[in-house]
């Protein structure tokens, strides 16, 4: 009885100290974690200091919100950041929130505001990001001719005598007004093709004004113009050569045929064309109120393939190309708005 008691006390003393030896070991991984950190003080603990960086500190100083700070920081690339601290937060903030905002024109955007801080902070963004913030034709932009479909001409972009819109081809006769000889780019050309035959369908009809110029084209065509008009007023509806959108092979002028009217925006064939010309790809180049950006007068006739998702995009926003370009092909669409 006594042996089987001193059997009993043995075995609660073995456990005990198994117990304990479990329990420790969590505490002696713990110390041994303890003691390498002290050998090697740059190693990092498992719970991360929250450490404030000294941009931070200084926005906060600007009475920026810890939400607005992760926000511009995110938004606003580091040789940018200097911007952020010159600046006051009621003109920056705003113009970084706004949907359009590019990082690379931060500078620009805050030099514009300041000369024109009657403008809303989305004017502010749209004419630096069209370039309208200098006169037209200064600081033209040599285009990228490699985009296709997306290839930009106007006041600012422009392309050299050589280039001419991609995988052209001949217009078939029946579609073009007087006969004449014209050319598209293939993909653009099947496009009007659907376009042409719904329309007809839907009892519209409509032929082919013009559509690729060569620069040469368009260097005698300006030409006429300012010969009769003066350069000033030709520049409102004429392209100088190398800065004109027909050049691209994208784009064609169309009037209602049969004829009924001069001006196209008053016929039953441009209501069918203007509300459904984005189905196919294609966009009202020179809309109505938008000269100031565009640099040309309302162009009811002037359409413009850019593919479906680009011209849905214009017709449901009513931007213009020149800002869909610079926000969604030039930049890339940074926030990823599509
Ligand atoms: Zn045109």
Known sequence: MKKKRKMKKKYKITFFLVIV????????????????????????KDTPVINESAIEKKLKSLNYTKEE????????KEENQDILLKEEKEVVLPIIKETYYIDDYLEKYITYYKENSDLTKK????????????????????????????????????????YQGK???????????????????????????KMYEDALEAGYGFKINSAYRSYESQVKIYQGWVNKDGQTLADTYSARAGFSEHQTGYAFDVRDFPFTN??????????????????????????????YITGYQYEPWHYRYCGEECAKYIHDTGITFEEYYEYFIKYKNPRGLI
């Open 21 to 44: 030896l479990i329990c420790s070991i969590p505490l002696f991984f713990f110390l041994s974690k303890e003691n390498k950190q002290k050998e090697n003080p740059t190693e990092t």
């Open 69 to 76: 700070i992760s926000f511009v920081l995110k938004e606003v």
């Open 123 to 162: 004017e502010i963004i749209t004419r630096v990001n069209t370039h309208i913030d200098e006169p037209f034709y200064t600081n033209t932009i040599e285009t990228d001719t490699t985009l296709g479909k997306f290839v930009l001409l106007n006041k600012y972009y422009h392309a050299n005598e050589t």
């Open 167 to 193: 995988d052209l081809i001949k217009v078939d006769s029946q579609y073009n007004l007087y006969g004449s000889e014209f050319y598209l780019s293939k993909e653009c050309y099947h496009a009007f093709l």
């Open 262 to 291: 001069d001006d196209y925006s008053k016929t039953k064939s441009f209501t069918w064309v203007s509300e459904n010309a984005y189905k196919y790809g294609f966009i009202i180049r020179f809309p109505k109120d938008k000269e």
